[in-house]
């Protein structure tokens, strides 16, 4: 059972690390498309802070929906072992949808604002000429 428990830890692991890598790799791939709309809306009179705290909203409220699903997933994929590979019961903790939303919305939120920082940091009007960062 330590061997089953262990793996399935590793596995775990692997795919949040595997799930941040994706988001960065998502936020990178899309960073002019959303340098472009950040210096729009600062040209039309949005605060740096106004932004910033929109996208640690949204980072928030991405990372929490992606932990209820990974959790709603485990205790899914747990239940199903339990009952027909190892024939036992296996209660749910109850405190683990709590857990993973807040563990997901920390995660995405400190991923995403790694891979946004310097789009706040550019000036609008070279981000509206379609110059360089």
């Not at 595997?18 to 210096?39: K, M």
């Not at 600062?42 to 910033?52: I, M, P, S, T």
């Not at 949204?58 to 205790?75: N, P």
């Not at 339990?82 to 296996?90: D, G, K, L, M």
């Amino acid at each position: 059972m330590d061997q089953v428990a262990r793996a399935v830890q590793f596995v775990f692991l692997f795919t949040l690390a595997a799930g941040v890598i994706v988001l960065y790799a998502a936020l990178a791939s899309a960073a002019e498309e959303r340098r472009y709309e950040l210096a729009v809306m600062r040209a039309l009179g949005a605060r740096r802070e106004q932004l910033r705290r929109a996208l640690l909203a949204e980072f928030a409220a991405i990372g929490g929906f992606s932990g209820l699903i990974a959790a709603l997933g485990a205790i899914g994929v747990g239940q199903f072992l339990a009952r027909q590979v190892f024939r036992f019961e296996v209660t749910i903790d109850l405190w683990l949808l709590p857990a993973a939303i807040c563990l997901g919305a920390l995660l995405v939120s400190a991923a995403g604002w790694f891979a946004a920082t310097r789009l706040l940091q550019s000036a609008p009007l070279e981000a509206l000429r379609g110059g360089s960062a």
